[in-house]
Structure formats: structure tokens, C-alpha cells
């Protein structure tokens, strides 16, 4: 009996979309053409290798890392493959794989692209749900194609993006991903830690948040270099956002110059906010300083510090440096908060 999938639905060999066979057979015809060895994760997930098999079904996934790296003309065989649109293929677009992903396989713009044309393209027969391109080389190009693939009118499946550790990406990637995103309506977490992002790419994120029909929950955005004036552009599109819950910033060189206090004061303002759902921020390896806190710590308490008690109880979570003194990180920071504002969490002990 052929293995069967979660859902409870089988591999149907008389049906090329949801046979892994077939797209192995299309994948290897495409190597040959183009004189390129199969990648050996690919050839085992989709039948190679049962039990790798099995696990793609249940998972509705393909991870592609390790040797050798797949590069930009193995991702197109790959998505030319899944897509079944070449010369001698089956023309059925493979429908048993939903979340993809790429770990350092130096896909680079090229492939990138190549994914955006399956989001473009696949439509309702491939709900791509899950794309992750972890260190693989994408840029401003890459990032401009997969922007574009997920504008309004185009792909609705995708519900979270991940482009960490891609540091060629930049602030101009970033503005241009965010041109198709800010007419996005359907995706929920974005991922762009490590990326290389300064003050510029705050803009673009806060025209993504004030698009009315965003449905964006999750921005992460840890280890760039965004600082005061980036975390302002990003809270510039919050005025009427209530859909975005959780922000991470950490490790992004906040300090406690003129400009990142305004910004820590507008980010108090917001997550205080009745209409605002933002109640989880990671602001960790952030030297905000006892400047930076207690200027939070004055927002959140209408301008005055004595007798501050922290956040208000709305905030379930708020991460701070461990190099803030004892007293206004005990006051400050909240992990895991539950109603009446408890759950705060002091230093661990040494």
C-alpha cells in the first residue's frame, strides 16, 4: 500500500501532482539538459529514501541543506521540476510540498526568483504556505522579484517569509521587498534578522504596517543595525495598525542618542496604545541605558517616574538588556506577563 500523507491521502501514481516520482523524473531530465547533477536532498525526500519520504508528506516540506550547494540553476531545475512546465514534462504542478527550505545553498537572486515565479504562478495549485531562505545569497533583486510576487492581485498562500543571515540583502532590499509587501494582505510573519539593515529600512517596514488589510503579526528584525531612526520609520506606520503583536529589534545598536530616545518614547506610546495589539518586543543587546529606560518607563506612567510600576498588564512581554541596573531592569522588562501585570523576570543569578 503506498505511503500515505497527513490528511490521510495517498501518493496516487496515475496523478503526476501528487506523485513524487513524477517530479523526480521531470527533476532529473531537467539535470541532464542542463548538465547539472541532482542534489542528493532532493532525490531522497521525494522517493530516494522512504523514510525521508514519509517525512516530507507528514510535514508537506522540503529542506535543502549541506552538500552540494544547490545554487541558483539548481533551484530553477527544482521549481521547474515542481512546476512541470518544461519541454517532455508531465505540465501537473506537484501539490504535496507547501513549506520549503533553503539553508546556505547560495540560491542567490537568480534563485530567489525562480521561487517567486512558483508563488507568482502556482497560485491554488501550489499554496506555497512556508518559504525559508536562510544564508543563501539573496539581494536586492531577489528581494525585489519575491516583492512582487506577493502585491496585492498576485500570491495569497504565504504566510511567512524568513530572509535571515542574507547580509546582501541591505536596506535597498528591503525596500524593495516591501513594495510588494505593502499591498499584502495575507501574509503573517516576516523574517529579516542579520540581513544588514540600517536607518533606512525603517520607512518601508512602517508603509507595510499602515497598509489597511495587512495581516502581519510577527517582524523580526534582530541583529541589524536599525538604531533610533530605523524603529521610528517602522512605528510610523503603526497609527492605526492593530494587527501586529510581536516585534523583535533586538541587537540592533539602540543606544540612548537624542533620536533612539524618541523612538523608545513612541514605542511605549504604541504598545500602550488601547486600538494596539504589539504586547511582545524584544529590545535585548539594545545599550539603551538607564536614559533609554526610564524614558519608556516615564511613557508608560503619563510622563512621571515616581511611583512607576512598569508596563501596563496589556504587555505580555518586554525583553531589556541585562546591563541595565538591577532595579529599572526588574521594573522594566515583563516575559510572559498574564493578567494584573505579573510574570515579570529579573536577572539570573550568577
Known amino acids: 500500500m503506498p505511503p500515505k500523507k ?31 547533477t541532482p542534489h542528493p536532498k532532493v532525490l531522497a525526500q521525494l522517493g530516494g529514501d522512504e523514510e525521508q519520504l514519509e517525512i516530507m508528506m507528514k510535514n508537506e516540506q522540503l529542506v535543502i541543506d549541506g ?16 512546476m512541470g512546465n518544461a519541454p517532455g514534462m508531465s505540465g501537473a504542478v506537484f501539490k504535496m510540498a507547501k513549506n520549503f527550505r533553503f539553508w546556505r545553498m547560495d540560491c542567490g537572486d537568480d534563485g530567489a526568483a525562480c521561487l517567486a515565479e512558483i ?11 512556508y518559504l525559508e531562505m536562510l544564508d543563501c545569497g539573496v539581494g536586492y533583486r531577489g528581494a525585489h522579484a519575491l516583492g512582487q510576487s506577493l502585491m496585492c492581485g498576485q500570491n495569497r498562500s504565504l504566510l511567512t517569509l524568513k530572509l535571515d543571515y ?3 540583502l541591505g536596506s535597498d532590499g528591503c525596500k524593495a521587498l516591501c513594495q510588494g509587501l505593502r499591498t499584502n494582505a495575507s501574509l503573517k510573519q516576516l523574517h529579516l534578522c542579520y540581513c544588514g539593515l540600517d536607518e533606512d529600512a525603517g520607512a518601508p517596514l512602517g508603509e507595510v504596517l499602515s ?5 502581519l503579526q510577527k517582524l523580526h ?3 541589524n543595525k536599525m538604531r533610533g531612526g530605523g524603529l521610528s520609520g517602522i512605528l510610523s506606520g503603526m497609527d492605526n495598525n492593530n494587527k501586529l503583536e510581536y516585534l523583535s529589534l533586538a541587537d540592533n545598536a539602540i543606544a540612548a542618542t537624542d533620536e533612539d530616545l524618541e523612538a523608545l518614547e513612541q514605542l511605549a506610546g504604541v504598545m500602550q496604545r488601547e486600538t494596539s495589539l504589539l504586547s511582545q518586543v524584544d529590545l535585548l543587546h539594545n545599550r539603551i541605558g538607564e536614559k533609554g529606560a526610564n524614558t519608556m518607563l516615564a511613557a508608560f506612567n503619563g510622563g512621571e517616574l515616581e511611583g512607576s510600576k512598569g508596563p501596563p498588564g496589556k504587555i505580555q512581554m518586554l525583553q531589556v538588556d541585562h546591563s541595565l541596573p538591577d532595579q529599572l531592569f ?4 515583563r516575559l510572559d506577563a498574564g493578567k494584573g501585570g505579573k510574570g515579570k523576570k529579573g536577572k539570573k543569578k550568577k
Open 6 to 36: 497527513k490528511g490521510g491521502s495517498a501518493i496516487d501514481p496515475d496523478d503526476p501532482s501528487m506523485n513524487p516520482e513524477a517530479v523526480v523524473d521531470n527533476y532529473k531530465k531537467y539535470c541532464k539538459l542542463a548538465a547539472l
Open 67 to 82: 552538500e552540494p550547494v544547490l545554487g541558483p540553476h539548481g533551484t530553477r531545475a527544482l521549481c521547474t521540476a515542481l
Open 119 to 129: 508563488l507568482r504562478l502556482g497560485g491554488a495549485e501550489l499554496p506555497m504556505a
Open 166 to 168: 542574507n547580509s546582501s
Open 211 to 215: 497598509y489597511a488589510k495587512t495581516t
Open 221 to 223: 528584525l534582530q541583529g
Open 330 to 333: 526588574n521594573t522594566l522588562g
